[in-house]
Nanobody
Framework: QVQLVESGGGLVQPGGSLGLSCAAS????????MAWYRQVPGKQRALVTT???????NYADSVKGRFTISRDNAKNTIYLQMNSLKPEDTAVYYC???????????????WGQGTQVTVSS
């Protein structure tokens, strides 16, 4: 089994910064792409940013220049540094990892439990 645990959410004022982390553990042979998504009530979960095992990144237009994803492959952990936060960034943030549990297996997506980020004065 594979577990993803997020941490670092909370309340921050507009214009402020916040950092999230997501650590994967369990029966892991390798991890391909890891990602952050976010969801607000009544809307579908939306992709925020992705990072491959080689460090290539992609960002949603709404967060480009403000958010930075990074990854520590030795720790199976990704980070999200969020700067210049806006009220519209308020959401539950989820991490996702595409994990292979042995060399013959396919990659399977696992999700964290989510962490609340609230941007408000």
């Amino acid at each position: 089994q594979v577990q993803l645990v997020e941490s670092g959410g909370g309340l921050v004022q507009p214009g402020g910064s916040l950092g999230l982390s997501c650590a994967a553990s369990g029966n892991i042979f390798s991890i391909n792409t890891m990602a952050w998504y976010r969801q607000v009530p009544g809307k579908q979960r939306a992709l925020v940013t992705t990072i491959t095992s080689g460090g290539s990144t992609n960002y949603a237009d709404s967060v480009k220049g403000r958010f930075t994803i990074s990854r520590d492959n030795a720790k199976n952990t990704i980070y999200l540094q969020m700067n210049s936060l806006k009220p519209e960034d308020t959401a539950v943030y989820y991490c996702k990892a595409d994990v292979k549990q042995n060399y013959r297996a396919n990659y399977y997506s696992y999700w964290g439990q989510g962490t609340q980020v609230t941007v408000s004065s």
